[in-house]
DNA sequence: GTCATAAGGTATGGGTGATGACCATTGATT
DNA sequence: AATCAATGGTCATCACCCATACCTTATGAC
């Protein structure tokens, strides 16, 4: 009465409910926030008390998870009225090796693609849809931002552009989702350098991945949004052979 | 110092660690199941042991969630060797107004959004990848157990179909990510009847969907599923106008 | 008929994290 | 200079959940 067939496809849904402990799991989180760059270095976090209040886990709890980054130096906390824990500048101590010790942890493909699937997806929802004059305005300032950033930010910004796309397409879970995977493919393209003609080629497609967004031309916007994503599959595959 | 711009960057990111205790998400889990149809009526769930290790919670807890469903009338258990916990057959309580009430609590926008955009990537993927020759078996099988179907078990033989869609995408990720938004649309569609107009025009429509995976035909495979879900969609907006 | 086995049913002790109150510090405002 | 308010820092209490062991029941194998 081998019941392996049966077995196999309740796998997709019969995961672990929780991935760690809280404390494990808000550290997940927390870093998620850092690695999509989303307060910018020497701003700060929301504070302890509504933190823990988002996440829904204790102050206590919280303040091990701060203790823990505050200790790689990632954030640092000052006391008093209009302090806070405020995001340092990262030591940026990726030795080598890291990217790979980072490659055996994860499934790279499926992170790309699943990637490809929620970018495009996002791309083709937004097109479809139409934006009005205020979200449009919203996503030209994020194109308009990377067009003019100092290279050590460009990561940063080019990660909220297309967060703003993802928030336009007008699906919370679809927004959670690509921050969840964007972080993770953050995390490897610290792992190789930044390269000037791959950033002028990147420029290129969002510019015209915005305009055929607000066009409303929804299979343009697909298309290209699948060759941005492809490009940097091909970038990461390359150097994870 | 208002910094609410800066937050609302990050409200995709901090969300709750959990969803409620594990009480509450073993329960979420294994209703998944049900609701998928994972498990045809009659047959039984894996050992509560078994269970435990997976959800990664204690055998009582588990035993709790399994209680409330037992006490639901969804499951039997039944002691002794090849005992178990038995999928019984719904008794369909679907009193009146319970499709409303399933309505005010989740945002169906967001989930027939977020479904289309990961049905039609996995199609795409699929399409463009190609399937070898067992996986391509396992979808024409997944495709012909849908055609003779009897009326009451459709809607369980569909969700296979397209879950083994999303499986076959090659993204892990992807495939958890549909399972549990199509288990929230399938709650939503036992709010409504099942209109056999609808179950045919579906029928031809996963026969061209699979054809076109096959011949690798991606652009088809995303446009034919792309309508799918659109069907779905629209007849799901009509009743909840 | 007896036994082994695999399953559900039960009891207990210990650890982790949540709750809520309180203290300490800082800088803007008055 | 005094005050206030928002923030980080600390602690005691308690509910929840886990790990583990053991008991009970039913069925196939011998």
């Known amino acids: 009465m081998a019941e392996i067939g049966a077995d196999d496809r309740l796998t997709p849904v019969l995961r672990p409910v929780r991935a760690g402990n809280g404390f494990e799991e808000a550290l997940e989180q927390i ?13 700060r976090l929301p504070a302890e008390r509504e933190l823990a209040d988002r996440l829904r886990i204790s102050r206590v709890t919280l ?15 000052r006391r008093g009225r209009y302090g806070g824990t405020f995001v340092l500048d990262r030591p940026r101590p990726p030795g080598e090796g890291e990217l790979r010790r980072r490659v055996a942890s994860v499934d790279v493909e499926d992170i790309l693609r699943f990637r490809e699937v929620l970018e495009v997806g996002a ?28 290279l050590a930010e460009y990561r940063r910004l080019d990660t909220l552009l297309h967060l703003t796309l993802a928030e ?8 959670a989702q690509y921050a969840a995977v964007r972080a993770q ?18 420029q290129q497609q969002h510019t015209a991945l915005v305009e055929a ?29």
């Open 31 to 43: 870093l998620q926030v850092l690695r999509l760059g989303l307060v910018p270095h020497g701003e």
């Open 213 to 241: 967004v607000l066009d409303g031309d929804a299979d343009g916007a697909r298309e290209v949004m699948r060759e941005h994503c492809a490009g940097t599959a091909a970038l990461l595959r390359g150097f994870l052979t």
């Open 123 to 150: 791309a083709g929802l937004c097109a479809a849809d139409g934006l009005d004059g205020a979200r449009a305005e919203q996503l030209r300032a994020a194109l308009a931002a990377t067009h003019d950033a100092p």
């Open 168 to 175: 336009l397409s007008g699906s919370s879970t679809l927004t």
């Open 63 to 77: 303040r091990e998870v701060l203790k823990v980054l505050q200790d790689q130096g990632l954030v640092e906390s």
């Open 185 to 202: 493919v953050n995390d490897l393209l610290d792992g190789i350098p930044l390269l000037v003609r791959n950033l002028e080629h990147s």
